[in-house]
T-cell receptor, first 116, second 113 residues
């Protein structure tokens, strides 16, 4: 079974608008971490934001925030005030804290295109 | 500078010719992992290592070998490459904790003809 599901293969957003990229996860561990990475067309993987399973508040990093809904097992990335440079692939990932502690698993990604 | 270094960045090879993609990190990370990226399939894990001499299969290990003789190095070996191993490969490393992000190499674009 897939542990990380990203249901949006591609999305478009108008410049300066906000956009939400969906991510759901599956784990039986109580301790885990959720991550988002950005991959621009140049190919490098850039870490954006982290959310811990025990964190009570949603993580924020500049224009990025993570909408964490633990009961629904979702960790959606919200990008506010989209910029043309936000056009990229975005990957959601999870690390579990139990038996496979620390192993990092990724979803299939969402390709975001920002329109001027 | 803290980094994960992969070599080569680009490689074109022929079917059956053994090759090694090197990965080295200078951050004293316990965890290292190899992924392949294919369109529509995301990042699929090939092998990972929790520490020296400890390696485990990921989701797509067939056709690949790894070794972890030293903490800093985690080479990916293709003993007999085939065209279906044409892909973009990433090495990553991190501390072995659920709350730490992984650092990635620049990627290796491999073409097997």
């Amino acid at each position: 079974a897939q542990k990380i599901t990203q249901t949006q293969p591609g999305m478009f957003v108008q410049e300066k608008e906000a956009v939400t990229l969906d991510c759901t996860y599956d784990t039986s561990d109580q301790s885990y971490g959720l991550f988002w990475y950005k991959q621009p067309s140049s190919g490098e993987m850039i870490f954006l934001i982290y959310q811990g399973s025990y964190d009570e508040q949603n993580a924020t990093e500049g224009r990025y925030s993570l909408n964490f809904q633990k009961a629904r097992k979702s960790a959606n990335l919200v990008i506010s005030a989209s910029q043309l440079g936000d056009s990229a692939m975005y990957f959601c990932a999870m690390r579990e804290g139990g038996g496979s502690q620390g192993n990092l698993i990724f979803g299939k990604g969402t390709k975001l295109s920002v329109k001027p | 500078e803290a980094q994960v270094t992969q070599n080569p960045r680009y490689l074109i090879t022929v079917t059956g010719k053994k090759l090694t993609v090197t990965c080295s990190q200078n951050m004293n990370h316990e965890y290292m992992s190899w992924y392949r990226q294919d369109p529509g399939l995301g990042l699929r894990q090939i092998y990972y290592s929790m520490n020296v001499e400890v390696t485990d299969k990921g989701d797509v290990p067939e056709g690949y070998k790894v070794s972890r003789k030293e903490k800093r190095n985690f080479p990916l070996i293709l003993e007999s490459p085939s065209p279906n191993q044409t892909s973009l490969y990433f090495c990553a490393s991190s501390f072995l904790r659920a709350d730490t992000e992984a650092f990635f190499g620049q990627g290796t674009r491999l073409t097997v003809v």
